[in-house]
T-cell receptor, first 111, second 115 residues
Framework: TQLLEQSPQFLSIQEGENLTVYCNSS?????LQWYRQEPGEGPVLLVT?????EVKKLKRLTFQFGDARKDSSLHITAAQPGDTGLYLC???????????FGKGTMLLVSP | DSGVTQTPKHLITATGQRVTLRCSPR?????VYWYQQSLDQGLQFLIQ???????AKGNILERFSAQQFPDLHSELNLSSLELGDSALYFC??????????????FGPGTRLLVL
């Protein structure tokens, strides 16, 4: 079973700051997804990355997939209180439909 | 709103008891997934059904079972409950469940507390 390590576990910042969270593994993935989960709700998919080295942008969020497809990062520019939540990465092995999730990074953005 | 519904939202029960959690997938989705989320283990895949048939199994205990009915709703049965079963249980659905980059849509979850 592949293990996804997310860091940091918890991050508390002020509005307007930039941040980066990481998702790492020793395994190669066919694809990797990032989710955001708000309190009392289920995870919501933000992005899927498939190609090594791929970079995707979603407004102030930038997602990068490592060249070797073993790691990924999520960078948030000028964080806002609405960005508060649990950020989860999830990986899929080739040929399987099931996802393995990391334990997440809990982000708190204060006004 | 993801279109996936789960009932009940909260459930409090005692050790040794049995409970049933229910999930209705998004309209048109054939695949249903069950996950357990706890503070120490994170979000863990339990089991997947596709069009009524079990497709994949994860870290599901023998005390737990699931099924998907002809109308595609699914139920997760948890029996002989232990304190450690207290967690959030999520259901997700996807159109085919055939792999690739298919999106899973998560329901709001059922919070189970075993006393």
């Amino acid at each position: 079973t592949q293990l996804l390590e997310q860091s940091p576990q918890f991050l508390s910042i002020q509005e307007g700051e930039n941040l980066t969270v990481y998702c790492n593994s020793s395994s190669v993935f066919s694809s990797l997804q990032w989710y955001r989960q708000e309190p009392g709700e289920g995870p919501v998919l933000l992005v899927t990355v498939v190609t090594g080295g791929e970079v995707k942008k979603l407004k102030r969020l930038t997602f990068q997939f490592g060249d070797a497809r073993k790691d990924s990062s999520l960078h948030i520019t000028a964080a806002q209180p609405g960005d508060t939540g649990l950020y989860l990465c999830a990986a899929r092995n080739s040929g399987y439909s099931t996802l393995t999730f990391g334990k997440g990074t809990m982000l708190l953005v204060s006004p | 709103d993801s279109g996936v519904t789960q009932t009940p939202k909260h459930l409090i029960t005692a050790t040794g008891q049995r409970v049933t959690l229910r999930c209705s997938p998004r309209s048109g989705d054939l695949s249903v997934y069950w996950y357990q989320q706890s503070l120490d283990q994170g979000l863990q895949f339990l089991i997947q059904y596709y069009n009524g048939e079990e497709r994949a199994k994860g870290n599901i205990l023998e005390r737990f079972s699931a099924q998907q009915f002809p109308d595609l709703h699914s139920e997760l049965n948890l029996s002989s409950l232990e304190l450690g079963d207290s967690a959030l249980y999520f259901c997700a659905s996807s159109p085919r469940g055939s792999g690739g980059g298919e999106t899973q849509y998560f329901g709001p979850g059922t919070r189970l507390l075993v006393l």
